[in-house]
């Protein structure tokens, strides 16, 4: 879709880089903000705020004259999508029983991968069949049906914080959040990192940009596909350590296989594994970030989901210079210790957390003990 808006605007590729990049950033970068407003002025307003902002911005995008109105259209659209994700989360938190959370964000985080999956192939499509502005002519009219369906949402009923830097502070002091905020970013670094190299090393050695672009549906879709078998095992009495153990032997085991080398049938069953880590993972972890700190329960999943998605970004920065030198397999290699590493740690984490003494402490806001 990059070469359609350059070539409408008879810009450069990199202005239509910049405006992707410009609408990453806003994303990720705004969702601390939203989730301090979210602590201080409500769950349901800020997502009402959020979606009409998403809206206008994809309304201006749809009729940018240039691509610098189209630049600060989709960063203004990123900055109010950001809000969303991190305040549903919030949401849930607030108003379903501890136990059942993670079974109430399986198939939002599933719907959501499966979501970004088809955007990516929806908008390759409709910007060669048709016209780019029709891609963001589809989120913009959901944004505004969305907003439609939440004015008769209730609120959570959650306390309102006063002071922003406070709720900022209180976060920072725990360090089980710091634990989940840090375990958030890494697995960002290997999930949502790693899983953009799927395909583009299927098409270095060969493969055409459709059938690598795949990859990443499939990625999507597997993560749907996992979601019921989450539930299954969340609704039985299977601690949450041991799911986020199952997502770090996936993603693991992914990345392992994914090394082995450019063959599309390996990739297709790396990319499954990938999408069962990031269901197993992302939910087991954001359901821990509800719970670490409760009277700051937005500013803490914030936080969390921002080091996921830097985590995503710092990867493709990082493992820049083994891609272009095609050696994939090192990315992986390195991206399977981190996972194993990183979960080890996360598993142990949270069945410490789990215990009566160390649950006392976190609605207490005390530190956990030594």
């Known amino acids: 879709m990059l070469f359609a808006i350059a070539a409408s605007f008879h810009a450069r590729l990199s202005e239509a880089v910049a405006v992707a990049s410009g609408y990453f950033l806003a994303y990720g970068c705004l969702q601390p903000v939203w989730g301090m407003l979210s602590d ?20 201006v995008s749809v009729m940018a004259p240039s691509p610098a109105v189209l630049l600060v259209a989709r960063c203004v659209t990123g900055a109010c999508y950001g809000g969303v994700n991190p305040t549903v989360v919030t949401y849930v938190g607030d108003t379903v029983a501890p136990a059942a959370v993670k ?13 970004t ?10 910007a060669g069949l048709a016209d780019w502005r029709l891609a963001f002519a589809l989120p913009m009219a959901a944004a505004a049906v969305l907003f439609l369906l939440l004015l008769r949402l209730p ?23 710091l634990l989940v905020i840090a375990v958030g970013f890494l697995m960002g670094c290997v999930i949502v990192g790693c899983v953009t190299f799927l395909p583009s090393m299927l098409q270095r050695h060969g493969s055409s940009a459709s059938v690598a672009g795949l990859i990443t549906a499939v990625f999507g879709l597997a993560g749907l596909a996992w979601a019921p078998v989450y539930n299954g095992l969340s609704r039985r009495p299977v601690p ?9 032997v996936f993603a693991t085991a992914s990345l392992l296989i994914a090394a082995t080398g450019p063959h599309l049938v390996t990739v297709v069953i790396a990319a499954v ?9 992302n939910v087991s972890l954001a359901s821990w970030a509800t719970a670490v700190v ?5 500013t803490a999943v914030a936080l969390y989901a921002t080091g996921m998605f830097v985590g995503g970004g710092v990867t493709p920065i990082l493992a820049a210079g083994p891609a272009e030198r095609g050696d994939y397999p090192m990315i992986f290699l390195t991206g399977a210790c981190v996972a194993a590493l990183t979960i080890t740690v996360a598993g142990a984490g949270d069945r410490r957390f789990s215990t009566p003494e160390a649950q006392t402490t976190a609605r207490d806001g005390a530190e956990p003990p030594d």
């Open 40 to 59: 201080r002025f409500g769950r349901v307003c800020v997502l009402r705020a959020a979606l009409v902002g998403s809206a206008i911005g994809g309304a």
């Open 103 to 115: 079974q109430v964000l399986s198939p939002f985080y599933a719907a959501g991968g499966a979501g």
């Open 117 to 126: 999956a088809a955007g990516i192939a929806l908008g390759g499509v409709l």
């Open 155 to 177: 609120e959570s009923g959650h306390a309102p914080s006063a002071n922003p830097a406070r709720q900022i502070a209180t976060v920072l002091r725990s360090r089980w959040a």
């Open 240 to 248: 949450r350590w041991i799911l986020i153990a199952f997502g770090g």
């Open 273 to 281: 594994l990938l999408g069962g880590g990031w269901i197993f993972n």
């Open 294 to 298: 409760p009277e700051a329960r937005g």
